[in-house]
Nanobody
Framework: QVQLVQSGGGLVQAGGSLRLSCAASGSIFRLNAMGWYRQAPGKQRELAALIISGGSTNYADSVKGRFTISKDNAKNTVYLQMNSLKPEDTAVYYC?????????????WGQGTQVTVSS
């Protein structure tokens, strides 16, 4: 059984910063990629940032230059540093992991955390 536990998030004024963390635990044979998705009210869930096992990263155009994704391989933990936050960044942020648990490849999700940016 694999679990993703998120922490961080909350309320911040525009221009401020927040940091999200997501720790993966359980039966993890190989962690292929971890990322952060977000879903604003009335909108579809979208990718914000992704980091693959080799360290390459991918960002949505809307967050490039403001968000930084990083990982601690020893802790199977991924972080999202969010700077220069804008009201349009307001959403529920979900951690995502693509991994092999020793038997199967699978995709797992964290519980979600609210990020609210006030103007």
């Amino acid at each position: 059984q694999v679990q993703l536990v998120q922490s961080g998030g909350g309320l911040v004024q525009a221009g401020g910063s927040l940091r999200l963390s997501c720790a993966a635990s359980g039966s993890i044979f190989r962690l292929n990629a971890m990322g952060w998705y977000r879903q604003a009210p009335g909108k579809q869930r979208e990718l914000a940032a992704l980091i693959i096992s080799g360290g390459s990263t991918n960002y949505a155009d809307s967050v490039k230059g403001r968000f930084t994704i990083s990982k601690d391989n020893a802790k199977n933990t991924v972080y999202l540093q969010m700077n220069s936050l804008k009201p349009e960044d307001t959403a529920v942020y979900y951690c995502n992991a693509r991994l092999h648990d020793g038997r199967l490849e699978g995709t797992y999700w964290g519980q979600g955390t609210q990020v609210t940016v006030s103007s």
